[in-house]
């Protein structure tokens, strides 16, 4: 099972993504996570990657799509995967279907976690007060002003992808200001569906 999860930062996409990675046994892979530990690396995409984020805005399509492909070509990815902030721009979401294609493989569904603005805002100040409590350390882009700045991104520039996975027949919205658990409920709803409608021997 290959999944997607989209929707703007604060809207549930890390924990609904650990969730469903821990119930069907498939890697959660988040590209803000991958970006962060190459940044923590000092490897030479991480000092190119750092100064994008701490603005809130995408880093070059070029070295995210080459931190995720090869995370993707790994050795615990053959019964599926859930990606989790990638792809969030259209030229990424191509060369997503490219990758795949040419492993003869495709994405059963991309999941679309909807949020207000409002609450967006609130839950980073949120994460931020339990970093805090949980002494843990804080993102360097998780503050209002960067916050902003990376809605307006997702805006811009992600949200685009909708058409293109609607188009696609994929897009699977759901409701993400619910509780967790009943976010959580949705989406197995929805992969439950996947895996019925399944094409027997179909590899999605
Ligand atoms: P996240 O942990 O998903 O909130 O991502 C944190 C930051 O990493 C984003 O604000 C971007 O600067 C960068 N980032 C994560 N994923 C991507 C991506 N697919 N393309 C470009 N930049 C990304």
Request: with cysteine; charged share 25%; hydrophobic share 45%.
């Amino acid at each position: 099972m290959r999944l997607v999860m989209l929707g703007p930062p604060g809207a549930g996409k890390s924990t609904q993504a650990q969730r469903a990675a821990a119930k069907y046994g498939i890697p959660h892979l988040s590209a803000g996570v991958l970006l962060r530990t190459a940044v923590a690396s000092d490897a030479p995409v991480g000092a190119l990657a750092k100064d994008a984020m701490a603005r809130g805005d995408l880093v070059p399509d070029d070295i995210v799509q080459a931190i995720v492909f090869e995370r993707l070509d790994g050795p615990d990815t053959h019964n599926g995967f859930i990606l989790d902030g990638f792809p969030r721009t259209i030229a990424q979401a191509k060369a997503l279907d490219r990758f795949l294609r040419d492993r003869g493989l495709g994405l059963g569904a991309v999941i679309e976690l909807k949020a207000k603005d409002h609450a967006l805002v609130e839950r980073i100040a949120a994460r931020n007060a339990n970093a805090v409590a949980c002494r843990e350390p804080r993102r360097i882009d998780d503050n209002a002003e960067v916050l902003r700045s990376r809605i307006h991104t997702y805006q811009r520039q992600t949200s685009p992808l909708l058409d293109y996975y609607r188009r696609q027949g994929i897009l699977h919205s759901v409701d993400g200001m619910l509780p967790i658990a009943e976010v959580e409920q949705e989406i197995d709803r929805i992969v439950a569906r996947l895996q019925i409608e399944r094409v027997p021997d179909s590899d999605v």
